[in-house]
């Protein structure tokens, strides 16, 4: 039994697999996953589009859905972090949320560059992304009309790439790869610790 954080990080050092096992069945580690996309979401309604006034483009509608499936992956698995069927379906559906959201995001930043060329004294097509376009008719995937759901969260207004906030030097398309890989960093040791263990209790 874990009781601190001191402790997972013995236990960590000395046994990493049966360590790493034991966290993915409790709902800690899952209940953190989802407050940090709640802190994204928070931050991208609350902070950037309301306080800064900042409207979201197409990619970043899609970034925000993608953080969407990961919070609802998570609350998937709280609900038994030890039922295996809950477990596969929250993994999948976090992995497709990371996945398609990093590939966002990745556009998301090629965007930016491209609209920021011209600061940095390059063409659109120096930058390599003259051919970048951005819609206000959002595409979410199985055809989900969200913008019409819910207009305020997934009703892109703004222009990809043309936002000039920037913090530490990284702009905010960047900060959402950082999350992404993050988000991969924590969810590829658990992930593969849930696998293994799926594969002994086969055996």
């Not at 034991?22 to 899952?30: H, K, M, P, S």
């Not at 999948?92 to 995001?105: E, F, N, Q, S, T």
């Not at 930043?109 to 959002?138: I, K, R, Y």
């Given at each position: 039994?874990?009781?601190?954080?001191?402790?997972?990080?013995?236990?960590?050092?000395?046994?990493?697999?049966?360590?790493?096992?034991?966290?993915?069945?409790?709902?800690?580690?899952?209940?953190?996953m989802v407050?940090?996309?709640?802190?994204?979401?928070?931050?991208?309604?609350?902070?950037?589009?309301?306080?800064?006034?900042?409207?979201?483009?197409?990619?970043?509608?899609?970034?925000?859905?993608?953080?969407?499936?990961?919070?609802i992956?998570?609350?998937?698995?709280?609900?038994?972090?030890?039922?295996?069927?809950?477990?596969?379906?929250?993994?999948?559906?976090?992995?497709?949320?990371?996945?398609?959201?990093?590939?966002?995001?990745?556009?998301?930043?090629?965007?930016?560059v491209?609209?920021?060329?011209?600061?940095?004294?390059?063409?659109?097509?120096?930058?390599?992304?003259?051919?970048?376009?951005?819609?206000?008719?959002?595409?979410?995937?199985l055809?989900?009309?969200?913008h019409?759901?819910?207009p305020?969260?997934?009703?892109?207004?703004?222009?990809?790439?043309?936002?000039?906030?920037?913090?530490?030097?990284?702009?905010m398309?960047?900060?959402?790869?950082?999350?992404?890989?993050?988000?991969?960093?924590?969810?590829?040791?658990?992930?593969?610790?849930?696998?293994?263990?799926?594969l002994?209790?086969?055996k």
């Amino acid at each position: 039994m874990i009781t601190n954080f001191k402790q997972w990080l013995s236990q960590l050092r000395q046994q990493p697999l049966l360590t790493l096992e034991a966290t993915q069945e409790l709902r800690t580690v899952w209940t953190v996953m989802v407050f940090a996309c709640v802190f994204l979401l928070g931050s991208a309604m609350g902070y950037f589009q309301w306080f800064l006034e900042m409207a979201p483009c197409e990619n970043c509608v899609y970034i925000r859905f993608s953080q969407f499936c990961i919070l609802i992956a998570g609350v998937i698995i709280i609900i038994n972090p030890k039922h295996t069927l809950l477990k596969i379906i929250g993994l999948v559906l976090a992995w497709y949320g990371i996945i398609y959201g990093l590939d966002k995001a990745i556009i998301l930043s090629g965007q930016h560059v491209a609209s920021h060329a011209a600061d940095t004294g390059l063409d659109l097509f120096q930058s390599g992304q003259g051919a970048n376009a951005c819609s206000l008719e959002p595409k979410f995937p199985l055809g989900l009309p969200l913008h019409e759901w819910l207009p305020y969260e997934f009703a892109p207004s703004g222009i990809c790439g043309e936002d000039d906030w920037s913090l530490f030097g990284l702009n905010m398309a960047q900060y959402c790869i950082i999350s992404y890989c993050v988000f991969i960093a924590c969810a590829l040791p658990l992930t593969i610790a849930f696998i293994t263990k799926m594969l002994k209790r086969g055996k």
